[in-house]
C-alpha cells in the first residue's frame, strides 16, 4: 500500500507550519487540501503560504485555477490522485495538509462522486429559481428537513453545496450524507495516518480574530476589490469563500468595513466548528492536543513515532 500521511485541523490551528517541518524531516512533499487557495491571485483571504513559508518543501494544488473556474471534491481528488504519483515517482512522501475534511474523506476512501451526475437541468433549475425567489435561508430549511446531517457540516451561505445535496436527494432519493456515510465505509488504499491538529477553543477563537486583523492590514480590501474589478461575484464559487464574500458586499455598501470584519471572524469561528464537527465523525482520526505539547517538536517527535510504527516511513 502507498504511504499517505494527513494533517488537518480547524482553521488557524497551525497546520501549515508542521506540514512543512514535516516534510523537511521525513523527505515529503505538500497537497493542499483547500478548497481557496487553488486560485491564483486570492492570497491574504485564503492565508496562502507563502514561498518563504514553504522552505524548499515542494507544494502542490496551490495557484493552479483562474478565479473563474469551479473547484469541488471531485475535482480535488482527480488532482490529488496526480499529485501522489508525481510525488511517489521522485521517492517522497506525500503529505495532504489543510482543513477541508470532505476533500480529504473524498482521496483518502476513494469515495465515488459519480453516482449522481449532477446534470439533470429541471431539478437544478428549480433550485436556483427557489434560490432567487426564496433565499439561501429558505433552501437551507429544506435541506435540514431532508438531510439534516448534511445541513450540519454545510453553511447557509454555501448555496453551490447546498443546491448540490437538495439536487442529490431530489435525483436519487438518497441523503448525500448517507451516500458519504457508505463510501466512508470503503477501506482505504493508503498506508496512512491521519493527524488532527486540536486547540483550546479560546485560543484558537483568538488566533482566527489576529489572523483576520492581520488579512486587513495585508489589504485584503484591495485584493477582494481587484478581483471585483475582473469581473467576479457572487456568482463565482471562489468569490464564496469566508472574508471575500463579506468585502464584497462591504464595497457593495451593504456593511462597513468594521462590519464586514466582524462578520468574518465570527463566520470563520463558526466555520472551525464545523470542521471539528466533521473531524469527530472521521473514523481512524489521531487527534493531537496542542495544549498538551510543550512546543512543535514534541508533536513531531510523536508524529514520527506513529509514522515509524505504521511503517509509512522507514
Do not use: C
Not at 489543510?98 to 465515488?112: H, M, N, P, S
Not at 448525500?176 to 479560546?202: C, E, G, W
Amino acid at each position: 500500500m502507498e504511504p499517505l500521511i494527513i494533517i488537518s485541523g480547524p482553521t488557524a490551528v497551525g497546520k501549515t507550519d508542521i506540514s512543512v517541518k514535516l516534510a523537511k524531516k521525513i523527505n515529503g512533499e505538500i497537497i493542499s487540501a483547500d478548497s481557496m487557495q487553488v486560485y491564483k491571485g486570492m492570497d491574504i483571504g485564503s492565508a496562502k503560504i507563502s514561498i518563504s513559508e514553504m522552505q524548499g518543501v515542494k507544494h502542490h494544488l496551490i495557484d493552479i485555477l483562474d478565479p473563474f473556474d469551479e473547484f469541488n471534491a471531485a475535482l480535488f481528488k482527480e488532482y490529488a490522485l496526480e499529485a501522489i504519483k508525481d510525488i511517489r515517482s521522485g521517492g517522497h512522501i506525500p503529505i495532504v495538509a489543510g482543513g477541508t475534511g470532505f476533500y480529504i474523506q473524498g482521496l483518502l476512501y476513494d469515495v465515488d462522486f459519480d453516482k449522481s451526475k449532477g446534470d439533470i437541468p429541471k431539478i437544478r433549475k428549480k433550485l436556483e429559481e427557489d434560490l432567487k425567489t426564496h433565499g439561501n435561508l429558505y433552501l437551507y430549511e429544506r435541506l435540514k428537513s431532508v438531510d439534516p446531517e448534511s445541513a450540519e457540516i454545510i453553511h447557509s451561505n454555501n448555496v453551490k453545496r447546498m443546491i448540490r445535496a437538495l439536487e442529490f436527494y431530489e435525483e436519487t432519493g438518497e441523503k448525500l450524507s448517507a451516500h458519504n456515510d457508505k463510501m466512508h465505509q470503503n477501506i482505504s488504499p493508503y498506508n496512512f495516518a491521519y493527524f488532527v491538529l486540536t486547540f483550546d477553543r479560546q485560543k484558537l477563537y483568538e488566533r482566527i480574530d489576529m489572523r483576520v486583523d492581520k488579512m486587513i492590514s495585508d489589504g485584503l480590501v484591495s485584493e477582494v476589490k481587484a478581483l471585483k474589478d475582473k469581473g467576479l461575484s457572487r456568482a463565482n464559487t471562489s468569490m464564496l469563500g469566508i472574508g471575500y464574500k463579506e468585502i464584497l458586499d462591504h464595497l457593495d455598501g451593504k456593511y462597513s468595513l468594521e462590519e464586514a470584519v466582524d462578520i468574518i471572524k465570527k463566520e470563520t469561528r463558526h466555520f472551525a466548528k464545523r470542521q471539528m464537527t466533521w473531524f469527530r465523525r472521521e473514523k481512524e482520526i489521531i487527534f493531537i492536543d496542542k495544549d498538551d505539547y510543550a512546543d512543535d517538536e514534541a508533536i513531531l517527535e510523536y508524529m514520527l513515532n506513529v509514522l515509524n510504527e505504521r511503517k509509512i516511513v522507514l
